[in-house]
């Protein structure tokens, strides 16, 4: 199987940074899109960025222009700074990836998440 482990999350205050990785464990044969989702309480789980393997990459609205998903895909990590963070973006992050397996089968796989809390 595969394993996400989230790390970075914690308290800032509005208008500072924090960068959150996310690390892939166990029998990959390889990783396609892994992507951050975040759930606000009493909201539904939204799509913040995203990447493929090949680096291409897709925002949120609501955070383009503030946040940049980045990737090592030696290291099977993606990562997620987050600049200018808002009261808003307060939430609990979750790691997400499609991988194969060692034995070809596809899985999807989330990460545990991470609180990230904005104070204004």
């Known amino acids: 199987q595969v394993q996400l482990v989230e790390s970075g999350g914690g308290l800032v205050q509005a208008g500072g940074s924090l960068r959150l990785s996310c690390a892939a464990s166990?029998?990959?044969?390889?990783?396609?899109?892994m992507g951050w989702y975040r759930q606000a309480p009493g909201k539904q789980r939204e799509l913040v960025a995203a990447?493929?393997?090949?680096?291409?990459?897709n925002y949120a609205d609501s955070v383009k222009g503030r946040f940049t998903i980045s990737r090592d895909n030696a290291k099977n990590t993606v990562y997620l700074q987050m600049n200018s963070l808002k009261p808003e973006d307060t939430a609990v992050y979750y790691c997400?990836?499609?991988?194969?397996?060692?034995?070809?089968?596809?899985?999807?796989?989330w990460g545990q998440g991470t609180l990230v809390t904005v104070s204004s």
């Open positions: 997400n990836a499609d991988s194969i397996l060692s034995d070809f089968r596809y899985l999807e796989v």
């Open positions: 990447i493929t393997s090949g680096g291409s990459t």
């Open positions: 166990g029998s990959i044969f390889s990783i396609n899109a």
